[in-house]
T-cell receptor
Framework: AQKITQTQPGMFVQEKEAVTLDCTYD???????LFWYKQPSSGEMIFLIY??????QNATEGRYSLNFQKARKSANLVISASQLGDSAMYFC??????????????FGRGTQLTVWP | EAQVTQNPRYLITVTGKKLTVTCSQN?????MSWYRQDPGLGLRQIYY???????DKGDVPEGYKVSRKEKRNFPLILESPSPNQTSLYFC?????????????????FGEGSRLTVL
């Protein structure tokens, strides 16, 4: 079974500082995709960044980067230069690209990030 | 504008009163899915559909039904709601096939439907 673990229920960071949100995953499939979504207090789910299991380089999208360590099965989200608007719940998710759970997306329990001035 | 639309956004109902949460997408996506979000549990998949007339159970299907008669619509049906179905519900869609670099297979989410069952 797929499993996503986010060990930090809450994180605090000062504005303009960088923050790392942890995510580990468990799968025996060789092909999979990793996602991070942001959920602000308004409730919508916003796609942030994607990493494929065969990607050689870490994904980056503006201030977001994904620190992908395949051997450790970790996919940490790094937010550089935090802004007040980054305060939100962040979800890590994994999609199996083969096998009986092909295409299904499994989510972690989330990390609530608070950015303070 | 490409979007997934859910209705209603907010609903308070009583135990046993059948309700339907509608979901519609305008992106021609084959894959659609329903999730529920509960505090401390993240998002859990209820049902999903790979295409018209093809549906399958997710991790928490009990108490729910779905149908996929048209590609764009994927309604979630609660035949006899109970208080433990009080939750935030999300519909999501994506293309069935994915492959980089142009299509990562990301899910596009609706805005959520907050359901309270008394």
């Amino acid at each position: 079974a797929q499993k996503i673990t986010q060990t930090q229920p809450g994180m605090f960071v000062q504005e303009k500082e960088a923050v790392t949100l942890d995510c580990t995953y468990d799968t025996s499939d060789p092909s999979y995709g990793l996602f991070w979504y942001k959920q602000p207090s308004s409730g919508e789910m916003i796609f942030l960044i994607y990493q494929g299991s065969y990607d050689q380089q870490n994904a980056t999208e503006g201030r977001y980067s994904l620190n992908f360590q395949k051997a450790r099965k970790s996919a940490n989200l790094v937010i550089s230069a935090s802004q007040l608007g980054d305060s939100a719940m962040y979800f890590c998710a994994m999609r199996a690209d083969r096998g009986s759970t092909l295409g299904r997306l499994y989510f972690g329990r989330g990390t609530q990030l608070t950015v303070w001035p | 504008e490409a979007q997934v639309t859910q209705n209603p956004r907010y609903l308070i109902t009583v135990t046993g009163k059948k309700l339907t949460v509608t979901c519609s997408q305008n992106m021609n996506h084959e894959y659609m899915s329903w999730y529920r979000q509960d505090p401390g549990l993240g998002l859990r998949q209820i049902y999903y559909s790979m295409n018209v007339e093809v549906t399958d159970k997710g991790d928490v299907p009990e108490g729910y039904k779905v149908s996929r008669k048209e590609k764009r619509n994927f309604p979630l049906i609660l035949e006899s709601p109970s208080p433990n179905q009080t939750s935030l519900y999300f519909c999501a869609s994506r293309f069935r096939r994915f492959g980089q670099p142009t299509n990562t297979g990301e899910l596009f989410f609706g805005e959520g439907s907050r359901l309270t069952v008394l």
